[in-house]
């Protein structure tokens, strides 16, 4: 996953790095529109098919989206 780093995610889904940050840590809940930009672009760049419910749960992110990030990001 070189070069696909925690900011370039923020950059591409048009969200700060902190923001992101607050997400990935459970301190910020994205909207709708805002999970589902960051779901697609980790699909997308990783050449899955992820739905928001395999991060999020009420668009709250999951304690398994921290693990992912720092695995892939």
């Known amino acids: 996953m070189a070069g696909f780093t925690s900011k370039k995610l923020a950059e591409i889904v048009d969200i700060t790095p902190n923001y992101l940050s ?23 760049r990783l050449g899955e098919s992820f739905t928001i419910g395999d991060f999020f749960f009420d668009v709250s992110v999951k304690k398994n989206a921290t693990d992912f990030i720092s695995e892939f990001g």
Request: glycine residues 4%; positive net charge.
């Open 22 to 44: 607050q997400i990935v840590q459970g301190k910020a809940s994205p909207s709708p529109i805002r999970a589902q930009a960051i779901i697609d672009a980790l699909s997308a």
